[in-house]
Nanobody, 125 residues
Framework: QVQLVESGGGLAQPGGSLRLSCAAS????????MNWARQAPGKGLEWVSG????????YYADSVKGRFTISRDNAKNTVYLQMNNLKAEDTAVYYC??????????????????WGQGTQVTVSS
């Protein structure tokens, strides 16, 4: 069965960095686009970033562009989210997700069929 397991969350100071990882299993990882989304307290799910199945293309929400970098290692079945210059408004539970079908990412939450359990990121001084 498909499993997505996030790790790497925690507490960071404003301006600090964290690197999230998502280990995937149960499907042909290299065939699917992958996505990160987040949910802040009291808010809905927000798409953050997506990456092509082969890693050639990446996309970002305007709120994180220039600060976050998504990448993947298909040999390790893992997708990453490097988060730099963190802000208080980045505080959220971060989820990775597998595209339902296709090699290109989508900014629409309904285009993803499997989600991890999430990892908490808290940005505070």
């Amino acid at each position: 069965q498909v499993q997505l397991v996030e790790s790497g969350g925690g507490l960071a100071q404003p301006g600090g960095s964290l690197r999230l990882s998502c280990a995937a299993s149960g499907f042909t990882f290299s065939s699917y686009a992958m996505n990160w989304a987040r949910q802040a307290p009291g808010k809905g799910l927000e798409w953050v970033s997506g990456i092509w199945s082969d890693g050639r293309g990446t996309y970002y929400a305007d709120s994180v562009k220039g600060r976050f970098t998504i990448s993947r290692d298909n040999a390790k079945n893992t997708v990453y989210l490097q988060m730099n210059n963190l802000k208080a408004e980045d505080t959220a539970v971060y989820y990775c997700a597998k595209r339902k079908e296709g090699s290109t990412p989508s900014p629409y939450i309904y285009d993803y069929d499997y989600w991890g359990q999430g990892t908490q990121v808290t940005v505070s001084s």
